[in-house]
């Protein structure tokens, strides 16, 4: 089974901040990495798909990164809407979910 | 425009059997490379992803739940219905259904999810 670690856990960020999650993956996953943020109540919404893919509709100062067993997600400005909870999913072999990296309110 | 609903009890007891049922519009799942997928997020933590079926009915499931998730489609019924045997109140947490499209490996469209609570 492929494992799914994210860090950090928690961020804690100020409006206009550089944001940079982490990804890993327990074995190699090339580029098969999908992005998704997550608010309070709500389903969560796919941001990035196959490690860089911006999905329509997506803010540009969202983009995604890495291949093999690294990848990051940043945000390049961080704005109000963007506080809320970002999970990666690995779709290489089955699918598996990081545990998530809650972006809040410095 | 794609939507998702998911339906069931809210409230099993332990041991039981659960159905769920995922009624979809917007899409055929008769069409190649679409699947539909069950997720579940337990309340605080993190997303986890059960089982996923696919246009060809070829069935995928979470190797930690496998032995008790069944995953079928009715295509005519535009339904996904996903069961899971034994359960247990670890299992209470919000099922959602998602679709997942022929070009993609991400889910990009969700059901609102439904809340089920196991308890005697």
């Known amino acids: 089974d492929i494992q799914m670690t994210q860090s950090p856990s928690t961020l804690s960020a100020s409006v206009g901040d550089r944001v940079t999650i982490t990804c890993r993956a327990s074995?190699?996953?090339?580029?098969?990495l999908a992005w998704y943020q997550q608010k309070p109540g709500k389903a969560p919404k796919l941001l990035i798909d196959k490690a860089s893919g911006l999905e329509s509709g997506v803010p540009s100062r969202f983009s995604g990164s890495g291949s093999g067993t690294e990848f990051t997600l940043t945000i390049s400005s961080l704005q109000p809407d963007d506080f809320a909870t970002y999970y990666c999913q690995q779709y290489n072999s089955l699918l598996t979910f990081g545990g998530g990296t809650k972006v809040e309110i410095k | 425009q794609i939507t998702l609903k998911e339906s069931g009890p809210t409230l099993v007891k332990p041991t039981q059997t659960l159905t769920l049922t995922c009624t979809f519009s917007?899409?055929?799942?008769?069409?190649?490379?679409?699947?539909v997928g069950w997720i579940r997020q337990p309340p605080g933590k993190a997303l986890e992803w059960l089982a996923l079926?696919?246009?060809?009915?070829?069935?995928r499931y979470s190797p930690s739940l496998k032995s008790r998730l069944t995953i079928t489609k009715d295509t005519s019924k535009n339904q996904v219905v996903l069961t899971m045997t034994n359960m247990d109140p670890v299992d209470t947490a919000t099922y959602s259904c998602?679709?997942?499209?022929?070009?993609?490996?991400?889910?990009?469209?969700w059901g609102q999810g439904t809340v089920v609570t196991v308890s005697s």
């Open positions: 917007g899409f055929s799942l008769s069409t190649s490379g679409v699947g």
């Open positions: 074995q190699s996953i090339s580029s098969w």
């Open positions: 079926i696919y246009w060809d009915d070829d069935k």
């Open positions: 998602a679709h997942r499209g022929g070009l993609r490996g991400g889910f990009d469209i």
